[in-house]
């Protein structure tokens, strides 16, 4: 039985850590991350302990050590101090799998098919087609007003995270305050140069605003609050695919002829991941230095890189065989209930399993264990059903089958990648150098400024007003040291760049 305290019901941001780390005690089990010298930070603060006394008989973790120990590394302190996400058995260039990308311009297609399919050679195109789609759209289930796009504040950091989330669409990664090309190539950006896409992001957003579809509850709502609005169709833009497929995506919408698939912008190159060989450092798991009893936390953490723990370990997985799927002689089904929890949004699982609906029940760490397409050794298929050929059969619709008239292709990904419309980041265990405290400071001044104008910027009342708050930024931003903090970010970055060519064997 987990007792999960988060950040998006905690006050958001680095809140939750801040408050936890001053009180000494992040949790028993710590999943945060281990980049930009977070994890020595952790050790050297004493707030989470080396796992080496614990290690003994732990034979799913002794599978994935080679990664355990990379990711160790990055502390100068002897011990096994965290184990990465997303770990992967592949290529570090091989996309990581699954049949969406983590970006693009996830819409209402059921909308977009009766507009005539426009098409959208850049992402400023986009506005008008969502104008019209907002005009048509009426109310939500509940009656509730429709917006175009409905933003929140949870992943905010460096700066704003939904401006920052088109780059994605354009192939670019970043690096705080530098983005870069997911291929390695080309030049690195400052993201409050002008030209960035970061600015790009932000002009977007305003001009949306302008135009009345930006949902004005955006500034105070949470990531909960939003995703229940994705739920009842409030929501006409996806920025996240697995965002409007979870939640808007069900069987109840799909049947009435709705949903949300990817249009395409013309000019889009959206970054999807390579595999990570040595495991993904953005979020690690760990034991904190509190914990009563280690011992058990360890064995927690070896479980849940079992193949039962995988399967069940993470909300689109595969969940338990003989109840939500069977192997049958062409591969693995979904059985009744598989299929009300993976097709049609929920489903109730038997007592033994709780009792609960497969939502409440599944498990909630958020926490990718391992790649999308990894495989299963008990199966010999990817813990992700949707991956099944006999998954594609079945969740078939009216929606998607015209969708992929439309595009001339199954999925998203193959779509993409077909078409020249990708770009792959290999995936690589990098962790920018850990900032001088000198540093550390102005970034945390830099961030405030840079995150408050921006949200101010997009909600502002007119164009004058925008690029008030855009010089404001900048002129404010740079006063308080931006330039530094953004060249150790620059050659962070660069060191990123050479970390993909190398992988890519360039």
Not at 315 to 339: A, H, I, S
Not at 380 to 391: A, K, Q, V
Request: hydrophobic fraction near 35%; aromatic fraction near 10%.
């Amino acid at each position: 039985e987990l007792n999960i305290i988060a950040p998006n019901v905690a006050g958001g941001g680095d809140t939750l850590f801040q408050t936890r780390s001053a009180a000494g005690n992040l949790g028993d089990i710590v999943l945060y991350s281990a980049q930009g010298g977070k994890l020595q930070d952790l050790v050297t603060a004493g707030l989470i302990q080396d796992m080496t006394p614990y290690m003994d008989g732990q034979e799913n973790l002794e599978t994935y050590m080679d990664a355990i120990e990379t990711t160790s590394a990055l502390v100068e302190e002897d011990g096994l101090w965290a184990v990465p996400s997303e770990v992967s058995t592949r290529s570090a260039t091989e996309p990581l799998g699954g049949t969406d990308p983590n970006s693009g311009a996830y819409i209402r297609w059921d909308l977009y098919k009766e507009l005539g399919y426009p098409e959208m050679e850049t992402l400023e195109d986009l506005l008008p087609v969502l104008k019209d789609m907002q005009d048509m759209a009426g109310t939500s289930d509940s009656g509730q007003p429709v917006y175009a796009i409905s933003l929140f504040k949870d992943w905010d950091g460096a700066y704003m995270g939904n401006a920052g989330a088109f780059s994605a669409w354009y192939g670019y990664d970043a690096v705080n305050f530098a983005m870069l090309k997911a291929d390695g190539t080309g030049e690195i950006q400052d993201i409050l140069s002008e030209d960035s896409e970061y600015m790009r992001g932000l002009r977007f957003l305003f001009q949306a605003n302008q135009m009345g579809l930006i949902d004005p509850e955006s500034t105070t709502q949470n990531y909960d609050t939003l995703t229940g609005k994705y739920a009842d169709g409030s929501v006409i833009l996806g920025l996240f695919p697995w965002m409007s497929a979870t939640y808007y995506n069900t069987d109840a919408h799909l049947s009435e002829g709705k949903g949300m698939y990817m249009a395409e912008i013309k000019d889009q190159t959206i970054r999807q991941w390579g595999c990570y060989s040595e495991g993904n450092t953005e979020i690690v798991a760990m034991v904190g230095s509190k914990a009563q009893d280690p011992q058990r936390m360890v064995d927690f953490l070896d479980w849940l890189y079992s193949p039962e723990g995988i399967a069940s370990g993470y909300t689109r997985y595969c969940g338990p065989e003989n109840v939500l799927y069977t192997v049958e002689d062409d591969g693995p089904v979904l059985t009744d209930l598989g299929k009300q929890c993976f097709i049609e949004g929920d489903g109730t699982m038997p007592e033994e399993y709780g009792g609960s609906s497969w939502q409440d029940g599944s498990c909630q760490l958020n926490y990718k264990i391992v790649s999308s397409g990894e495989i299963d050794p008990r199966t010999g298929y990817p813990y992700d059903p949707t991956l099944w050929e006999s998954y594609s059969e079945l969740n078939s619709n009216p929606v998607l089958e015209d969708w992929q008239e439309h595009m001339g292709a199954t999925n998203t990904s193959e779509f993409i990648n077909s078409n020249g419309e990708a770009m792959t980041s290999p995936g690589i265990s990098f962790a920018p150098e850990a900032d001088s405290t000198e540093i550390a400071t102005l970034r945390s001044q830099v961030n405030s400024v840079i995150v408050e104008n921006s949200w101010q910027a997009v909600f502002a009342s007119s164009e004058e007003e925008f690029n008030q708050y855009i010089d404001t930024m900048v002129e404010t931003a740079k006063g308080l040291g931006y330039d530094d903090v953004f060249a150790v970010d620059k050659a962070n970055a660069e060191a990123k760049q050479a970390a993909w060519q190398a992988a890519s064997g360039e």
